[in-house]
């Protein structure tokens, strides 16, 4: 139970660190937050709404900060927790919901002693380039006294963002703020917040983590549409292909597949396979003519299938599911593989929505930070998958928490289909990285709240999206 300032630990025991001062202080009617120099002052119309914005663009996006208000005129001990459970739910409209964070605060008062912190990611068009696509980061820092509630949000380029750096320094600025009688006369200042927080509404607590954390953890799990994968019980998305991140062509038995696959590479289609049930389907999906000649489509298909760079998600279940990207120019070809069924769905989706889209296909949830670190047999890690048989070396309070919960196995695969990152997720306990360490007979599990899984999936899955053939 341990971690340092700018690193994702759920129970940090050391302060907000405010050494990083930066320009401009602006304030709201309780609470104060600055930014750099050069940040400008953006007017809001809404009551209790302060902005500022970055003079300096970065990748077509201006990292911003807005901060909103709310009165409380009932504290109690949960009122943090409630704050941030409606905020995840707010986010998750229009974001991937990636990670909570508790972090202890002096400001607030001691029935509290804590803040939120919410980070989200989300993929959104740079106006003006073309259809290119920006990766964002949202982060959100929630922080309540005995009379308000402040909700300071960050949004900035993942690719710009650095742990520890400018845009966590505004959030960690985030604090009460009481201007004197002059100041309030000049400014108009000392008002409550226009908005009254309704705190009727009833918070789902997370039993277990309250019980570790001796503080009162919010459920993270969020509602969302998700059914069984064909032949399995792995929660996968009812229509993976969903609207706004993929573009539907086809869904095609294995052997019509096949029959297109080898057109791609050989670059004709045999005169005998035209009428065949294979061709006939190519037809009716309309990647072929009655020729056996690729249609607009079908060439677009094919382009992706003979010159795109290759990657693939694989979920190693009963049976096993695999979604492999051939990625050319600013799309990929993105084709899942439903053994149970015998069939591939074909789809496209922008190069660059791959790690929002691997997010969704995963159904991944938030979870509080766990922190363990074991190593078991090859055997012994069959035997939990298969019987769900939790591992003897799993002995601290987090590592049995996670080995009592059911495991699923999943790796994301480079151009030589070798693991680039693997890892078991859980359904409420989080996710563990997998590491062989050259022995073929052990295992490590490892979840380390300073290298959470989604940086690492993200960095993986965008490195892998956008990097060239050798």
């Not at 959100?140 to 509630?149: I, K, P």
């Not at 909700?151 to 505004?170: K, Q, S």
């Not at 990929?332 to 069924?341: D, I």
Request: glycine share 8%; with cysteine; hydrophobic share 40%.
């Amino acid at each position: 139970m341990s971690g340092a300032v700018g690193c994702f630990a759920g129970f940090r025991i050391t302060p907000i660190d405010r050494s990083y001062r930066v320009g401009m202080e602006l304030t709201g009617s309780r609470f104060a937050f600055e930014v750099p120099a050069g940040w400008a002052r953006e007017t809001r119309g809404d009551d209790g709404e302060v902005g500022a914005a970055s003079n300096e663009p970065l990748t077509g996006f201006t990292p911003n900060a807005l901060l909103r208000e709310w009165q409380v005129r009932h504290p109690y001990r949960g009122i943090l927790a409630l704050a941030s459970q409606r905020s995840l739910r707010e986010l998750a409209k229009q974001h991937t919901i990636l990670h909570v964070e508790a972090i202890p605060d002096e400001n607030t008062p001691s029935i509290i002693g804590e803040r939120r912190r919410l980070w989200a990611f989300s993929t959104q068009e740079i106006p003006g380039a073309s259809g290119d696509l920006l990766s964002l980061l949202t982060i959100r820092d929630l922080l309540a006294t005995e009379e308000a509630l402040a909700e300071l949000t960050v949004t900035v380029p993942l690719t710009t963002w650095r742990r520890g750096d400018a845009h966590e320094a505004i959030l960690n600025s985030l604090r009460p703020h009481r201007r004197n009688r002059l100041d309030a006369l000049l400014r108009g200042g000392n008002r409550a917040p226009g908005t009254v927080m309704d705190t009727d509404e009833q918070t789902v607590i997370d039993e277990w983590a309250t019980q570790r954390d001796h503080a009162t953890r919010e459920s993270l799990g969020l509602p969302e549409a998700t059914t069984s994968a064909p032949g399995q019980d792995t929660p996968f998305p009812s229509n993976p292909f969903t609207p706004g991140l993929s573009e539907e062509v086809a869904e095609l038995s294995e052997k019509a597949f096949k029959a297109f696959s080898d057109l791609a590479l050989l670059g004709c289609f045999k005169k005998s396979a035209r009428w065949s049930s294979a061709g006939r389907e190519l037809v009716r999906a309309g990647l072929i003519d009655r020729k056996g000649i690729a249609t607009a489509q079908g060439e677009r298909l094919i382009r992706h299938l003979r010159n795109g760079r290759h990657m693939a998600l694989l979920v190693d279940s009963a049976p096993q599911l695999l979604l492999t990207f051939w990625i050319h120019g600013l799309d990929a070809l993105v084709v899942m593989s439903f053994v149970a069924l015998g069939t591939r769905a074909l789809a496209f989706c922008p190069a660059k929505r791959i790690p929002q889209l691997l997010l969704s296909l995963i159904s991944f949830q938030p979870s509080w930070d766990m922190n363990f670190s074991y190593t078991l047999t090859r055997n012994e890690f069959l035997a939990k998958l298969l019987s769900n048989v939790p591992p003897r070396a799993a002995t601290g309070k987090d590592a049995i928490a996670f080995s009592e919960q059911r495991w699923v196995p999943l790796s994301l695969l480079g151009p030589d289909e070798s693991p680039e990152l693997a890892w078991v997720m859980t359904p409420n306990r989080g996710v563990a990285i997998l590491k062989d360490n050259g022995d073929a007979k052990e295992i490590t599990l490892t979840s380390d709240p300073n290298e959470p899984f989604w940086e690492l999936l993200l960095e993986t899955s965008t490195r892998l999206a956008e990097e060239q053939h050798p």
